[in-house]
């Protein structure tokens, strides 16, 4: 099968795209020494034009135990070149002399990612694109969700809290795809879910829901598989005085708590880290729980992203 | 350019209803192409107009200019609803609607990406898909957002 030259969009990808990546990460989960030697003498960019822990480690992690190597790196513009006005192209044509297979890049503003596929021959994998995409993060949320159900179809999903300005609800884009899955979305109503959204679904004659009401938690919580929450993005509310008066009702208006799950055991309660430690979306007592799923989401981060790189550098098949 | 006569040419392009005001930034667009290959006079003219109150007028005296190029493009994006016809020995040779004129990948600085947070307002040449020829409607390619013109 022909494997997307780059990951841009998850918009870009087809079921049958997603198992061929799933499978080979789960393969390479189960046996990640089997895989240790795929990247030798092959080497990665990682253009960090933003910030962003997670993202960034396990994309390194993700690169070297495939045996591979680092070209180039910045994990922000700060003490680069960039901070004397550098540009992408410039940049990615320093990435492709430095002998790279492939350039990871994450930058503030939207598309940049799709700008940079543009201006180089290397493969590009969006590593976050302003408030735009975030495919990898999708990828590996639905490695996560496969492997907990065994399935991406004939799902119920109850996505909450900030669906406005999260970049995870792109993942509908995808999970719409396939037959039988429910929505629920639960919301303060100035981060509803966006329109663009709703009119997928109903082009896709998908069935959803949405509440701007915390008290239909349980109901949702009671028929879902998976409950996905997303962190209030408070940095995209506008800098006036409208937008802040607007963040402190938003601020803490959708909470799960552990009093609100039912008593059943097909679900998991996922949200793409960091979480807010002052105002998270989910109450701590939830930490500590079955459904808790989180740490264990972010963590098939490098095995999802080892498989992208073999899919997308080459090396799927072995040396 | 107000009520100015435009004189009648045996050959070249008449760029009529075009959108109030736009006619100056036609003009600029025309001259920066048409001046490629030699100078082509170039006349610009407002006038009353029964459907809109008021139109520009532009005419391109010696020289055709093919669909779906650099000047038809950014004409067709300034005033998609203008009328563009082809003149030769005086006689309308054929007559389109300038967003029929467009191509379906445009690349222009004449507008921006609605997007303020788009790569285009940065390093990225502004460049539009056509989503929708009458009413035009545009996509970044970029940042993937829409919007009307």
Redesign the interface.
């Known amino acids: 099968m022909s494997w997307p030259r780059s990951i841009l969009?998850i918009a870009d990808f087809s079921p049958a795209d997603v198992t061929h990546l799933l499978d080979l990460a789960r393969t390479v989960k189960a046996s990640p020494g089997a895989y240790q030697q795929h990247m030798r003498n092959r080497y990665l960019a990682l253009l960090f034009f933003e910030p962003s822990t997670r993202t960034y480690t396990s994309f390194r992690n993700a690169m070297t135990r495939l045996g591979g190597g680092v070209s180039m790196e910045f994990r922000e513009p700060k003490g680069t070149s960039l901070e004397k006005r550098e540009?992408?192209?410039s940049t990615l044509a320093m990435a492709k002399e430095y002998g790279s297979d492939g350039i990871v890049i994450r930058?503030?503003?939207?598309?940049?990612a799709?700008?940079a596929a543009?201006v180089t021959d290397l493969p590009v994998i969006n590593g976050g694109?302003?408030?735009?995409e975030h495919p990898t993060q999708n990828l590996l949320d639905l490695f996560t969700i496969h492997e907990r159900f065994g399935r991406l179809d004939h799902l119920i999903f109850l996505f909450f809290n900030d669906l406005k300005f999260g970049r995870a609800t792109r993942i509908l884009a995808h999970l719409s795809l396939y037959p039988g899955n429910r929505f629920f979305f639960l919301s303060h109503p100035a981060v509803g879910l966006p329109e663009q959204f709703k009119s997928l679904l109903d082009a896709r004659s998908c069935t959803w829901e949405e509440s701007f009401d915390p008290a239909d938690f349980p109901r949702f919580l009671a028929a879902s598989h998976v409950a996905y929450g997303s962190r209030t993005q408070e940095e995209r509310f506008p800098q006036t005085a409208e937008g802040r008066e607007t963040l402190k009702h938003v601020r803490g208006s959708v909470v799960l708590r552990a009093s609100l799950l039912p008593a059943k055991k097909d679900l998991v309660v996922m949200h793409p880290l960091p979480m807010d430690k002052d105002f998270p979306c989910i109450a701590r007592d939830v930490d500590s729980l079955p459904v808790a799923y989180w740490n264990h989401q972010a963590g098939n981060g490098i095995p999802v992203r080892q498989a992208m790189l073999l899919l997308t550098l080459g090396g799927a098949h072995g040396q | 350019m107000d009520n100015r006569k435009i004189e009648l040419i045996e050959h070249g392009m008449v760029f009529d209803h075009l959108t109030f005001a736009t006619g100056g930034r036609v003009f600029d667009v025309l001259s920066k192409y048409a001046w490629i290959d030699g100078f082509y006079p170039i006349m610009v003219g407002s006038f009353p107009s029964k459907s809109k109150g008021r139109k520009d007028v532009a005419k391109l005296d010696g020289l055709h200019l093919a669909e779906g190029t650099g000047a038809m493009n950014e004409i067709a994006l300034l005033s998609p609803e203008a009328t563009v016809s082809w003149i030769d020995h005086g006689q309308v040779l054929r007559k389109k609607k300038a967003w029929e004129c467009l191509a379906p990948l445009v690349t222009s600085r004449l507008i921006e990406c609605p997007?303020a947070?788009?790569?285009?307002?940065?390093?990225?040449p502004p460049t539009f898909r056509v989503q929708q020829r009458q009413p035009l409607s545009l996509e970044?390619?970029?940042?993937?957002?829409s919007f009307m013109r």
Request: net charge negative; with cysteine.
């Open positions: 969009s540009s992408v192209a930058h503030p503003r939207d598309g940049a799709a700008y543009e694109d302003g408030y735009n | 997007n947070n788009c790569i285009t307002h940065e390093e990225a970044c390619v970029y940042c993937k957002r």
